[in-house]
C-alpha cells in the first residue's frame, strides 16, 4: 500500500481522460452482445485500476480467492498484493484504514461480503466517510467506494438479507446506488470509482450471474453512467411503475403481464438512490397519473415513501389514483424457504397493486 501512496493523483491520468474527451465522437455498433453482471463489475474494476494508480480494492477474500463471488477475479494476478489486498475478518478495521486511504488521496474500493456485515463499520462510514466533506468546509475529499451485495439472496436468513439503501440514503454526504443490469453494474461503478465523494454501491447477490444485452458503447473504457438519472426501461401511459436492483426485473415482468390485459405501464430503474431522480419520476407521473413503487426492503421510511413524498410534493393534483407502496414484509427474514417468498415482494403483487391504481381490480366479493 506504500508503494501505492507514493504515487499521488498526477497529471498522467487527468490528461488522459482530457485526451478522451477531446477525440472525435466514436462510432459504436448496434449489435447487442450480453455480458453477467459478475463480469460488468470486473471489467470495470479492471479498466478503473489500470487507468488510475491511485485505485486500490481491499476486503474479506478480495485476492487469493478472488472474491467470495468472483468480482475480483484476476486482479490479484494483475495489480499485485499492493493493490489488491485481502484483510482480516475485521469490517471495522480495514474500513477505517480505506477511509484514511481516501484522505490522503488514493481511491479506495472497500468490498463487504455482504452489506449486512457494513454494520460493522457504520462508524467509519458515517461519521468519518460522509461528514468530513461538510465538517472541513470542503478541505477534505473522501473518493471511497463501499461496495458488495445487498438484500435477501437465498435461504441465508435474516442477518444476511436486509436491505439497507434506506439505511444509507438518509445520510447527507453519500451518494447510494442499486444498480440492476450489466450495463448499470459497469456505468455506475465505474462512476462510483470516478466521483469524489464516497458511495455505497449496492449490488445483488442473486444477479450476479444473470446475463444482460450491452452495446460497443457500453464495453467501450469511456464508459460511465451520470450519478443521479434513473433510466426508463420500458415506456407505458397508463401507471409507473419505480423499482431498483432485483426488483427492476420484478417490475418489467409485470409490465408484460398487465400490457396483456390493455394495462400500459412505464418502468422506471432508479439506478441512484442518492440522489433520487425526482425529475423524471415526476414527469412519468405526470404522463400517467399513476404510481406504483416497488422495494425489497422494509415498508416504514422506506425508498417507496420518499419517492411518494417526492410526488405528492411536486405532481399531487397529476394524481388519479392513490400511490401503491410493494414493500418487503415488515419482520426479519425468515429462514424458511416458503416464508421468506412470502416476506418479499413477488411479481403478482406488483400486478395486483398496478390493477388497483388503474381501478381495474376485481372486487373481493366478486372473487370469492
Avoid at 475485521?90 to 474500493?109: D, K, M, N, S, W
Avoid at 444473470?210 to 443521479?228: A, N, Q, R
Avoid at 407502496?325 to 429462514?335: H, K, L, Q
Amino acid at each position: 500500500m506504500l508503494g501505492v501512496a507514493r504515487r499521488r493523483l498526477g497529471s498522467g491520468p487527468v490528461l488522459g481522460r482530457l485526451a478522451q474527451a477531446l477525440r472525435p465522437a466514436r462510432a459504436y455498433s448496434a449489435a447487442a452482445k450480453e455480458i453477467t453482471v459478475r463480469d460488468a463489475l470486473n471489467s470495470a474494476l479492471d479498466e478503473e485500476m489500470s487507468a488510475d494508480p491511485s485505485v486500490f480494492l481491499m476486503g474479506e477474500e478480495v485476492g487469493e480467492y478472488q472474491g467470495a463471488y468472483k468480482i475480483s477475479k484476476g486482479l490479484l494476478d494483475k495489480y499485485g498484493p499492493d493493490r489488491v489486498l485481502d484483510t482480516p475478518i475485521t469490517e471495522a478495521g480495514f474500513t477505517g484504514i480505506g477511509v484514511g486511504a481516501a484522505y490522503h488521496g488514493l481511491r479506495p474500493i472497500v468490498e463487504f461480503m455482504t452489506f449486512n456485515f457494513s454494520m460493522q463499520a457504520i462508524d467509519h462510514i458515517i461519521n468519518s466517510a460522509a461528514k468530513s466533506n461538510y465538517m472541513s468546509a470542503g478541505q477534505i475529499s473522501v473518493p471511497i467506494v463501499f461496495r458488495g451485495p445487498n438484500g435477501a439472496a437465498a435461504g441465508v436468513g435474516a442477518q444476511h438479507s436486509q436491505c439497507y439503501a434506506a439505511w444509507y440514503a438518509h445520510v447527507p454526504g453519500l451518494k447510494v446506488l442499486a444498480p440492476y443490469s450489466s450495463e448499470d453494474a459497469r456505468g455506475l461503478l465505474k462512476a462510483a470509482i470516478r466521483d469524489p465523494d464516497p458511495v455505497i454501491f449496492l449490488e445483488n447477490e442473486l444477479l450476479y450471474g444473470e446475463s444482460y444485452p450491452v452495446s460497443d458503447e457500453v464495453l467501450d473504457s469511456s464508459f460511465c453512467l451520470p450519478i443521479g438519472k434513473a433510466k426508463i426501461e420500458r415506456q407505458g401511459k397508463d401507471v409507473t411503475i419505480t423499482a431498483f436492483s432485483k426488483m427492476v426485473g420484478y417490475a418489467l415482468q409485470a409490465a408484460d403481464i398487465l400490457a396483456k390485459e390493455g394495462i400500459s405501464a412505464e418502468v422506471i430503474n432508479l439506478r441512484s438512490i442518492r440522489p433520487l431522480d425526482r425529475a423524471a419520476i415526476n414527469a412519468s407521473v405526470r404522463k400517467t397519473n399513476r404510481l406504483v413503487t416497488v422495494e425489497e426492503g422494509f415498508p416504514q421510511h422506506g425508498i417507496g415513501a420518499e419517492i411518494c413524498m417526492a410526488v405528492v410534493e411536486d405532481s399531487f393534483l397529476y394524481l388519479d389514483a392513490p400511490v401503491e407502496r410493494i414493500a418487503g414484509a415488515d419482520v426479519p427474514m425468515p429462514y424458511a424457504a416458503n416464508l421468506e417468498r412470502m416476506a418479499v415482494p413477488q411479481v403478482d403483487d406488483i400486478v395486483r397493486a398496478a390493477k388497483r391504481a388503474c381501478y381495474r381490480a376485481v372486487p373481493m366479493a366478486a372473487a370469492a
